[in-house]
T-cell receptor, first 120, second 113 residues
Framework: GAVVSQHPSRVICKSGTSVKIECRSLDFQATTMFWYRQFPKQSLMLMATSNEGSKATYEQGVEKDKFLINHASLTLSTLTVTSAHPEDSSFYIC????????????????FGSGTRLTVV | GDSVTQMEGPVTLSEEAFLTINCTYTATGYPSLFWYVQYPGEGLQLLLKATKADDKGSNKGFEATYRKETTSFHLEKGSVQVSDSAVYFCALSDKRGSYIPTFGRGTSLIVHP
């Protein structure tokens, strides 16, 4: 089945530094990837939609200069949290669909295992 | 817009008890419906799905039936195990919309031995 590999699983960084999170689709090409943020005991908040070869589409209220998304190939999307602060500490999850979005409608999405970011 | 409403948790059960987690939805088009499960410290995994009315999704003993007349997709399991303890998310993907899934808030299930 479709697998999305997300790294790192946990990262602790100092305030003011940048952190990069990678998501790779291992056995399929992901034209579109989604980045979510999840607060404790809450649902997923969609941050942005990442399309291969083009600029990401950010949801309202998400700072594009702070959360840099790059989708340079059909198998790799990255999220960079720039100048991280303690309030950026959260669980970040990526997801992708098998093939195009109509496939997602029928088959659902595959999620990465998530990255626990702690900014100290 | 599209929305998904789940029962609030946590749901606490004893092993082998019957589970129901309610989910209702609002959508403008013809959505597909999903249940995802999230184990502690992990991402979400697709548990089951249904793409049209009256479809029944099933997996690992869990079932949910797409009820268009009641706009519901309740998750059920006849006999839960401790290993089922997790957070369960109901979601929809609307064919007339952007296909980006809409998630419910999640329901935490705790199963005691």
């Amino acid at each position: 089945g479709a697998v999305v590999s997300q790294h790192p699983s946990r990262v602790i960084c100092k305030s003011g530094t940048s952190v990069k999170i990678e998501c790779r689709s291992l056995d399929f090409q992901a034209t579109t990837m989604f980045w979510y943020r999840q607060f404790p005991k809450q649902s997923l908040m969609l941050m942005a939609t990442s399309n291969e070869g083009s600029k990401a589409t950010y949801e309202q209220g998400v700072e594009k200069d702070k959360f840099l998304i790059n989708h340079a190939s059909l198998t790799l999307s990255t999220l960079t949290v720039t100048s991280a602060h303690p309030e950026d500490s959260s669980f970040y999850i990526c997801s992708a669909s098998l093939g195009d979005l109509t496939g997602a409608h029928d088959y659902g999405y595959t999620f990465g295992s998530g990255t626990r970011l702690t900014v100290v | 817009g599209d929305s998904v409403t789940q029962m609030e948790g946590p749901v606490t059960l004893s092993e082998e008890a019957f589970l129901t987690i309610n989910c209702t939805y609002t959508a403008t088009g013809y959505p597909s419906l999903f249940w995802y499960v999230q184990y502690p410290g992990e991402g979400l995994q697709l548990l089951l799905k249904a793409t049209k009315a009256d479809d029944k999704g099933s997996n690992k003993g869990f079932e949910a039936t797409y009820r268009k007349e009641t706009t519901s997709f309740h998750l059920e399991k006849g006999s839960v195990q401790v290993s089922d303890s997790a957070v369960y998310f109901c979601a929809l993907s609307d064919k007339r919309g952007s296909y980006i899934p809409t998630f419910g808030r999640g329901t935490s299930l705790i199963v005691h031995p």
